[in-house]
């Protein structure tokens, strides 16, 4: 691992509670990714980790196999380890994937099924169905209810499987899907797309819901490579600028 690479630090961070040691290294490995303190092609050992976090090589032995099945990084044979890049076609496939579960949960919340949470929506509602100059200029917090919103859609329309699923793929793409908030635009056309497809699921209006949320999403997708692409060329060049 390049040492002048600025990287999180174990001894500094609060632990949540009842976590493992190789959950905390986990979540830290995995953290350092997203922000680019570990640019993808970095080499590092488990020694390295270990030494820089503190703790033995067992937690981070486990914390990298699980990255490696979720697929960060990969092992190297002899050499330690590397971060992988960026899979952009396994990102196009996820986002396909996440399109066909929303839309299904929303058909089902326009239909007014029983099992639907109607607080769920209510919620939903005091934050994206605000006038302007109520709306957050936190792009990080936008970026946070981005997320919420979506899967929020999904646990609201009642189906226990779709909703486990649908958090499996949102934490696959959440790598990448936060650098969509890097930019006021982007910010200020959630709240105008979000609320627009809000307003036509309180309506259920599905077909409507569905084209706006399929508008939406794709729009979110080629922002995200577009600035993923980005970010990586400049983490790069710091990388470089570094050494």
Known sequence: MPK???????????????????????????RDIAEFRLVPGDRFTEGEVSDRLGVSRTPV???LFRLQQEGYVEVLFRSGWRVLPFDFDQFEQLYDLRQVLESEAVRRLCTGAPQIDRHLLDGLADIWLVPAEARSDDMAQVGIWDEAFHCTLVTAAGNAE????????TERIRIIRRLDFTKRPRVDATYEEHGRILRAVLAQRADEACRLLAAHIAASQAEVRKITLHEIYLARQAHAADH
Do not use: F, G, M, N
Request: glycine fraction near 0%.
């Open 4 to 30: 002048a690479t600025a990287v999180s630090d174990l001894s500094a961070q609060a632990p949540p509670a009842r976590t493992s040691r190789a959950d905390d290294v986990y979540r830290l490995l995995k």
């Open 61 to 63: 032995r486990q914390a």
């Open 162 to 169: 779709i909703t486990r699923v649908h958090r499996e793929v």
